[in-house]
Nanobody, 125 residues
C-alpha cells in the first residue's frame, strides 16, 4: 500500500552534516506517523525521531536531540532528517518507516507498518 524510498546517505567527516530524504508513494492517507530509525553493525534497530503527519509534532530520542531535526514536505510526500554535528557512532543504516496508528507515534520498530530499504551513513573521525 505504501512504498518508502530513502536517499541522501553517504560518507562524511565527524562534525559534518547530511540531510536524508524519504519519499512516500502509494496510498499514504492512512499513514499518520512517520519515523527514522538506524541500525549499526551488530546493534539493534534504534528509534531516532518521529512526527505526526497532520500536526507536524516531532519527537526525538535523547541521543539525537539538538543535533537531528525531523521535518516533512506534505506537497512532495517527503520526510526529511537533517543531521548536524555527526559523530562516528552515528554510522549506521538509516531507515524511514510509516505507522497506521492513529493515536500515537510509536518508538519501537515492531509498531511500524511500512519500511524503506535504508540508506547508509558513514561518519569518519
Amino acid at each position: 500500500q505504501v512504498q518508502l524510498v530513502e536517499s541522501g546517505g553517504g560518507s562524511v567527516q565527524a562534525g559534518g552534516s547530511l540531510r536524508l530524504s524519504c519519499t512516500a508513494s502509494g496510498y499514504t492517507s492512512n499513514s499518520h506517523c512517520m519515523a527514522w530509525f538506524r541500525q549499526g553493525p551488530g546493534k539493534e534497530r534504534e528509534w531516532l525521531a518521529s512526527i505526526f503527519i497532520r500536526e507536524g509534532t516531532p519527537y526525538y530520542a535523547d541521543s539525537v536531540k539538538g543535533r537531528f531535526t525531523i521535518s516533512q514536505d506534505n506537497a512532495k510526500n517527503t520526510l526529511y532528517l537533517q543531521m548536524n554535528s555527526l559523530k562516528p557512532e552515528d554510522t549506521a543504516m538509516y531507515y524511514c518507516a510509516a505507522s497506521l496508528n492513529y493515536w500515537r507515534c510509536p518508538t519501537v520498530d515492531n509498531d511500524y507498518d511500512y519500511w524503506g530499504q535504508g540508506t547508509q551513513v558513514t561518519v569518519s573521525s
